[in-house]
Antibody, heavy 123, light 108 residues
Framework: QLQLQESGPGLVKPSETLSLTCTVS??????????WGWIRQPPGKGLEWIGS???????YYNPSLKSRVTISVDTSKNQFSLKLSSVIAADTALYYC???????????????WGQGTMVTVSS | EIVLTQSPGTLSLSPGERATLSCRAS???????LAWYQQNPGQAPRLLIY???TRATGIPDRFSGSGSGTDFTLTISRLEPEDFAVYFC?????????FGQGTKVEIK
């Protein structure tokens, strides 16, 4: 059964770069044709799609974050990663990685989610 | 950006009652690109419904979705204790994908 697990620092200083990794287990990124996504949820608030990446590395970002976001995939490690630069307090959130329901579809609901990792932006 | 407005913000009901949750979009959303999620405290969202009305694997048939255009509805026919949670709608037809702010279904 496919599982996703986020990892990375829980505390990042303002103006620095937030870096998170999502490790995929129970399946291979390179042998499937899914788009892999990042979503975040500020404390007590709703969900925000950050961006998605295809198995081949094509990226799609939320325009509101595009200037600061980089999503990449490392098929050799069966991981994909998120970098968010120049962070501010408003970037404090629970960050989830997720996989859509169906292969080949960028436009699809997210079916499998990691447990989420909390990142706080504070000096 | 398509804004999704969910109502009510909180729904207070008793087990066994029917819950009707609304999701209104600021512009038309193709029915293929509308989903609903359930989130319990401390947990990741769980996909309930996609393509407006198709239940995800393992989702009980007391959950149903309907709607078109700008108005979508999630109905829980008879609330079970485990259904008291927060529910989000999401559209992924137009970038950026967006979520509603959520409806909390609480025990009355």
């Amino acid at each position: 059964q496919l599982q996703l697990q986020e990892s990375g620092p829980g505390l990042v200083k303002p103006s620095e770069t937030l870096s998170l990794t999502c490790t995929v287990s129970g399946g291979s990124i390179s042998s499937s044709n899914y788009y892999w996504g990042w979503i975040r949820q500020p404390p007590g608030k709703g969900l925000e799609w950050i961006g998605s990446i295809s198995y081949s590395g094509s990226t799609y970002y939320n325009p509101s974050l595009k200037s600061r976001v980089t999503i990449s995939v490392d098929t050799s490690k069966n991981q994909f990663s998120l970098k968010l630069s120049s962070v501010i307090a408003a970037d404090t959130a629970l960050y989830y990685c997720a996989r859509p329901l169906r292969e080949w579809l960028l436009k699809d609901a997210f079916d499998i989610w990691g447990q989420g990792t909390m990142v706080t932006v504070s000096s | 950006e398509i804004v999704l407005t969910q109502s009510p913000g909180t729904l207070s009901l008793s087990p066994g009652e029917r819950a009707t949750l609304s999701c209104r979009a600021s512009q038309s959303v193709s029915s293929s690109y509308l989903a609903w999620y359930q989130q319990n405290p401390g947990q990741a969202p769980r996909l309930l419904i996609y393509a407006t009305s198709t239940r995800a694997t393992g989702i009980p048939d007391r959950f149903s979705g309907s709607g078109s255009g700008t108005d979508f509805t999630l109905t829980i026919s008879r609330l079970e204790p485990e259904d008291f949670a927060v529910y989000f709608c999401q559209q992924f037809g137009n970038s950026p994908w967006t979520f509603g702010q959520g409806t909390k279904v609480e025990i009355k």
